[in-house]
């Protein structure tokens, strides 16, 4: 993706996206110049809310239903992991079990396991286990080799 930033002295300032066909790269830099942020509805025991990508700690999947753990609540979504990593891309977000999804900007630590697992300590005190099937690409991820 070329990049072309030009500062300019007077006249309206704007912005030009030039692209071949839509991908979330680009959603999500259309929808941050908009001043959109990215929002998930979801339903939890006292209703329905809305919340921010960035607040979730971890996504899991059980007996096919979405559940999203943010710092204060669990919420039911609608879709499956896959549909959520398409949708919200995979920058910030990992999948590191054929069940669970984790924001890796909310991983407090790491600890090397036995078997090549790695135990990952999010925010809130959860541990979540990447499996091993996972683990080298998480490893990858981090070092930014994606």
């Known amino acids: 993706m070329k990049i072309d930033i ?7 300032e704007s912005i030009n996206i030039r692209y071949r066909d839509p991908n ?3 959603g999500r830099i259309i929808s941050l110049l908009r001043g959109e942020e990215n ?3 979801g339903r939890t025991e006292e209703g329905s809310v809305c919340f921010s990508a960035d607040e979730i700690l971890f996504l899991e999947s059980v007996d096919d239903r979405l559940y999203a753990y943010t ?6 979504i609608d879709g499956t992991l896959s549909s959520f990593m398409n949708e ?5 977000f990992f999948r590191c079990s054929k069940s669970v999804v984790v924001n890796v900007n909310r991983v407090m630590s790491l600890k090397s396991l036995s078997s090549n697992r790695i135990d990952a300590t ?5 541990h ?4 091993r ?7 990858r991820f981090l070092k930014g080799d994606r």
């Open 6 to 12: 030009k500062q300019i002295t007077e006249g309206e």
């Open 24 to 26: 979330p790269t680009v």
């Open 39 to 41: 929002r998930i509805w």
């Open 71 to 76: 710092s204060d609540k669990v919420v039911r």
């Open 88 to 92: 919200n891309g995979d920058e910030i």
């Open 122 to 126: 999010m925010e809130g005190g959860e």
């Open 128 to 131: 979540i286990i990447i499996s």
């Open 133 to 139: 099937r996972y683990a080298s690409e998480f490893r």
